[in-house]
Nanobody, 125 residues
């Protein structure tokens, strides 16, 4: 199981970014996949995730209405469209699968987590 996140960058407040999470070793419709973020001095936060079986989604309150998660099973990739970005969104974003994702969706959570390398998102004027 491997996950590769990309798409981060430096943007100004109000702008948009789209993060991608490419999966290998499994298919994106086989496991629920999600995004966590880690900002300096702050606790890791579950941002959004999408359930493998039915496409149901979870969003943290801090991103509801601004972020949209989606998946392209043909490309085995999950996307996080981030609009109206704020300085508080600045963090390293990680995509992953496993219990930490499942629990956000209210699903059983056996096994272990798998995480890709993070991608830095910086929102600053």
């Amino acid at each position: 199981v491997q996950l590769q996140a990309s798409g981060g960058g430096l943007v100004q407040p109000g702008e948009s970014l789209r993060l991608s999470c490419a999966a290998s070793g499994f298919t994106s419709d086989e496991y629920s996949i999600g995004w966590f973020r880690q900002a300096p001095g702050k606790k890791s936060e579950g941002v959004s995730c999408i359930r493998s079986s039915d496409g149901s989604t979870y969003y943290a309150d801090s991103v509801k209405g601004r972020f949209t998660i989606s998946r392209d099973n043909a490309k085995n990739t999950v996307y996080l469209q981030m609009n109206s970005l704020k300085p508080d969104d600045t963090a390293v974003y990680y995509c992953g699968t496993g219990p930490s994702i499942a629990v956000l969706l209210g699903d059983p959570s056996p096994g272990r987590d798998y995480w890709g390398k993070g991608t830095q998102v910086t929102v600053s004027s």
